[in-house]
């Protein structure tokens, strides 16, 4: 075998693609089913937050009848599966990768049905398998129930009485809405956060991400690559109404808003001061960029095009938020742990994760020859994670990899 390619999400079908492309015998093995990641782990009610017109992928752009809509999760992974038919992507499904190991020829893969030779392996097992949860955890009291949005699927699966959300990206803001509408009194803890208006001058925020090129930018001309990594991911939902969801409009649900979960001690949850320098700071990075779209707009003689300019209130700051929460009263019942996700590599035999367990690489060309990675964020542009940003990536790489079948540099 010349290729494996380890994981049937969309990186991975993008890997297949454009190895088919340059008649590159592969195989994609996947643990569970394609798309498996939509499969089992999302909530419920969770749309993309990328509109439909948005999420194109190798030669299978959007041509349904609600370009402006944002899909289920049963509707993505029906648009994984379509895309793996067209790839023609040769998955083994039900087929774990339990270790790859470097040989003098390539790799050897061990998996849940027997070994594989390759010369060659690209790593597309996503990016956020595995829940981040912070350490301070384990501090929590036993009486509180704790979940990620990896198990979460919807508000009927808690136990009654009061919800503390920890973390306000898009998951945290999205599960606070839908908890708060439950009719549960729910707590969100708010550290640093990207904020973002559903639509900017009548037209879909990611919409002026797209097309003034924020997402264009490379990783290797980005200041500062690591952070980049680490962004948050904006406080965006979508939905039909193409409705805001931004701290604001969760205080108005009657969400009560907290700091930074700082630490938890004798069953005390401490929660950092500062909020309101932490809404100051993401209202002034919201500004910044609703100035450079209007500056765009300007620029490209496209203002008459679109709405006029728009500037939002500030993020309103509570009067005295609560600085600490004692878990073990009872007002609490249930933790969600909205902290992110992190890949999980612990079938990877070869040395190339850093200190902190991620893939040192550059621009998905992996520190060890033949070895590749897909899907990982700013791989090699700020779009690499989301569905449009594969195709690039996957070309590039694939181009490299080509490469270094053919002995070139
Ligand atoms: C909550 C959430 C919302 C998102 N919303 C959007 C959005 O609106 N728009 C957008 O464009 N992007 C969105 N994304 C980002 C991105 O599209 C997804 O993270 C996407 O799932 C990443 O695709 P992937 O192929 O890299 O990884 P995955 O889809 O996670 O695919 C990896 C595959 O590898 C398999 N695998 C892992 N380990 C092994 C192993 N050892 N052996 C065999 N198989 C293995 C997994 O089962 C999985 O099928 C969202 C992500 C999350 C988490």
């Given at each position: 075998?010349?290729?494996v390619v380890?994981?049937?999400?969309?990186?991975?079908?993008?890997a297949?693609?454009?190895?088919?492309?340059?008649?590159?015998?592969?195989?994609?093995?996947?643990?569970?089913?394609?798309?498996?990641?939509?499969r089992t782990?999302?909530?419920?009610s969770?749309?993309?937050?990328t509109?439909?017109?948005?999420?194109?992928l190798?030669?299978?752009?959007?041509?349904g009848?609600?370009?402006?809509?944002?899909?289920?999760?049963?509707?993505?992974?029906?648009l994984?599966?379509?895309?793996?038919?067209?790839?023609?992507?040769?998955?083994?499904?039900?087929?774990?990768?339990?270790?790859?190991?470097?040989?003098?020829?390539?790799?050897?893969?061990?998996?849940?049905a027997?070994?594989?030779?390759?010369?060659?392996?690209?790593?597309?097992?996503?990016?956020?398998?595995?829940p981040?949860?912070?350490?301070?955890?384990?501090?929590?009291?036993?009486?509180?129930?704790q979940?990620t949005?990896?198990?979460?699927?919807?508000?009927?699966?808690?136990?009654?009485g009061?919800?503390?959300?920890?973390?306000?990206?898009?998951?945290?803001?999205?599960l606070a809405?839908?908890?708060?509408?439950?009719?549960?009194p729910?707590?969100?803890?708010v550290?640093?956060?990207?904020?973002m208006?559903?639509?900017?001058?009548?037209?879909?925020?990611?919409?002026?991400?797209?097309?003034?090129?924020v997402?264009?930018?490379?990783?290797?001309?980005v200041?500062?690559?690591?952070?980049?990594?680490?962004l948050?991911?904006p406080?965006?939902?979508?939905?039909?109404?193409?409705?805001?969801?931004?701290?604001?409009?969760?205080?108005d649900?009657?969400?009560e808003?907290?700091g930074?979960?700082?630490?938890?001690?004798?069953g005390r949850?401490?929660?950092?001061?500062?909020?309101?320098?932490?809404?100051?700071?993401a209202?002034l990075?919201l500004?910044?960029l609703?100035?450079?779209?209007?500056?765009?707009?300007?620029?490209?003689?496209?203002?008459?095009?679109?709405?006029?300019a728009?500037?939002?209130?500030?993020?309103?700051?509570?009067?005295?938020?609560?600085?600490?929460?004692?878990?073990?009263?009872?007002?609490?019942?249930?933790?969600?742990?909205?902290?992110?996700?992190?890949?999980?590599?612990?079938?990877?035999?070869?040395?190339?994760?850093?200190?902190?367990?991620?893939?040192?690489?550059?621009?998905?060309?992996?520190?060890?020859?033949?070895?590749?990675?897909?899907g990982?964020?700013v791989?090699?542009?700020?779009?690499?994670?989301?569905?449009?940003?594969?195709d690039d990536?996957?070309r590039?790489?694939?181009?490299?990899?080509?490469?270094?079948?053919?002995?070139?540099p």
């Open positions: 075998m010349t290729t380890v994981g049937a999400g969309h990186a991975g079908l993008a297949s693609h454009h190895l088919s492309a340059r008649s590159i015998d592969h195989v994609v093995l996947e643990r569970g089913q394609v798309a498996n990641s939509w782990e999302r909530w419920d969770l749309r993309l937050l509109p439909n017109w948005l999420n194109r190798p030669d299978l752009p959007y041509d009848p609600d370009p402006d809509g944002y899909l289920t999760m049963g509707e993505v992974v029906g994984v599966e379509r895309f793996a038919a067209a790839a023609q992507a040769p998955v083994r499904t039900e087929t774990a990768v339990t270790e790859v190991r470097r040989t003098d020829a390539g790799y050897r893969v061990a998996t849940s027997g070994e594989i030779d390759a010369r060659t392996v690209v790593v597309a097992s996503g990016a956020f398998n595995t981040a949860v912070p350490a301070l955890s384990q501090g929590v009291p036993a009486s509180v129930h979940v949005p990896f198990a979460y699927r919807n508000p009927l699966q808690l136990p009654d009061g919800v503390l959300v920890v973390g306000a990206s898009a998951s945290g803001v999205q809405a839908e908890l708060a509408r439950s009719g549960r729910v707590t969100l803890s550290g640093e956060h990207v904020r208006p559903r639509t900017y001058r009548g037209r879909d925020v990611l919409w002026w991400m797209d097309t003034t090129g997402w264009d930018e490379r990783y290797d001309q200041d500062d690559l690591d952070r980049a990594r680490r948050p991911s406080q965006l939902v979508g939905t039909a109404a193409r409705a805001t969801l931004d701290l604001n409009a969760l205080a649900l009657g969400v808003l907290v930074r979960l700082a630490m938890v001690r004798d949850a401490l929660f950092s001061g500062g909020l309101r320098n932490v809404f100051a700071l209202d990075k500004e910044r609703l100035d450079s779209f209007d500056a765009y707009a300007g620029r490209s003689g496209r203002d008459a095009e679109v709405g006029p728009e500037r939002f209130p500030p993020t309103r700051v509570p009067g005295s938020p609560r600085w600490q929460l004692d878990l073990a009263a009872g007002e609490i019942s249930t933790i969600v742990w909205a902290t992110g996700g992190r890949p999980d590599y612990s079938w990877l035999g070869v040395p190339v994760l850093d200190e902190k367990g991620r893939l040192r690489h550059d621009g998905g060309v992996v520190d060890s020859p033949g070895l590749y990675a897909l990982l964020p791989l090699r542009r700020r779009r690499s994670t989301f569905l449009h940003g594969i990536d996957a590039a790489v694939v181009e490299h990899l080509s490469g270094h079948l053919d002995g070139s």
